[in-house]
């Protein structure tokens, strides 16, 4: 019995070697490259042509000629400015969003002694004299907010700020009420420049961590400015 009972061990031992060794010599059977794709496609992985093709784009879109960037830690990025000149340009930008909005409402008290000097007694008119101004913050922006991408900030800022003097001097030199209409008209338009590009360049200056407080800076100054307008109007 003991005999019998060995040679069944020796013997279930020895087919358990042989289907080890049958399960070892299936796996490691080599796997073409198309199985090795279709696997990784089954599982969501890339594959291998798939991984090579997309890192062949990644490097030709940052060596694209048509995307126009800055250098690392180039002086001339408002990124890298000072705090400094930041703030100092922030500040005069929010000066000239306060007054450029405070001439909507400014004008209002002087309505009637206007009216009287120019021998008008329409309702009308005198209402239309001084939201006109406000017609060209509607139409303003139609043209400075393209010229301000294509040609840069500056030159928009320049030619508003001299257009709303010239603009604005027109208007104490008019001589009647048509002329006195279309250069309120025409201050609008040039005076909506800050309040069109102010957000944008704020943009440029600060990164999207510190745009809260300087962007609330610059918004005060549209906010400020109808307020004070009215006040000195009661």
């Known amino acids: 019995m003991s005999g019998q009972g060995d040679e069944r061990g020796i013997s279930h031992s020895h ?17 073409s490259p198309s199985q090795q794709n279709d696997c990784d496609e089954e599982k969501g992985l890339p ?12 490097i030709n879109a940052e060596h694209d000629p048509n995307i126009v960037d800055w250098e690392d830690n180039e002086p001339g990025n408002p990124y890298n400015w000072t705090a400094k000149k930041k703030w100092l340009n922030i500040a005069v930008l929010s000066a000239l969003t306060l007054l450029t909005p ?34 060209g913050f509607a139409f303003g922006p139609i043209l400075i907010a393209p010229i301000s991408e294509l040609y840069g900030r500056v030159v928009v800022y320049h030619t508003c700020n001299v257009g709303y003097l010239v603009f604005t001097v027109a208007c104490a030199l008019a001589t009647n009420m048509n002329m006195l209409i279309g250069f309120r008209f025409l201050a609008g338009c040039f005076g909506v420049g800050p309040v069109t590009i102010g957000g944008g360049t704020v943009a440029d200056m600060m990164k999207p961590e510190d745009r809260g407080l300087a962007m609330s800076l610059w918004a005060m100054g549209a906010l400020l400015g109808p307020v004070i307008g009215e006040y000195h109007s009661l």
């Open 15 to 31: 087919n358990a070697s042989k289907e080890v060794k049958a399960s070892t010599s299936r796996t490691a059977l080599p796997i």
């Open 102 to 135: 405070l001439g909507s409402s400014f004008f209002a008290p002087a309505v009637p002694r206007v009216m009287a000097d120019f021998n008008s007694t329409s309702e009308l008119t005198a209402t239309f004299v001084v939201s006109v101004y406000l017609l």
């Open 47 to 58: 594959v291998a042509g798939e991984s090579r093709k997309v890192t062949t784009e990644v």
